[in-house]
């Protein structure tokens, strides 16, 4: 209440409802653990097609291990992984929003300096 008190003292509040919205969905669309898992997850197909179409090229200069279908597996794990964290435990809303209503003040005390 004393937050919509500081913010209400122009008349309107720094960020609309719409604007708090979008804010989290382009926070959360941008999270690092979804690009990441993602990432790992093309990669690790990438190299798991590449393991089983064509195992004896890798397996005589790795001394009889299939080294890129396993590094594929193990990107595929990592992957998915990453995906589940990032879906199990999303960023949390008031913090992207706090974090959005502090860029939005000091981004208006810059703009109020450059008036005068």
Do not use: C
Request: aromatic fraction near 6%; proline fraction near 2%.
């Amino acid at each position: 209440m004393a937050e919509d008190t500081k913010a209400g003292a122009s008349g309107k509040g720094l960020l609309t409802q719409a604007e708090k919205d979008q804010a989290v969905k382009a926070a959360r669309r941008n999270d690092l653990r979804l690009l990441i898992g993602v990432l790992f997850v093309i990669y690790g197909v990438i190299v798991t097609i590449v393991g089983i179409a064509d195992p004896a090229a890798d397996v005589a200069k790795t001394g009889g291990i299939a080294i890129n279908l396993w590094t594929g597996i193990g990107m595929l794990i990592i992957g998915v992984l990453f995906l589940v964290w990032n879906f199990v435990r999303p960023l949390a809303a008031e913090d992207i929003i706090a974090s959005a209503e502090a860029s939005a003040a000091k981004a208006q005390i810059q703009h109020e300096g450059r008036k005068d």
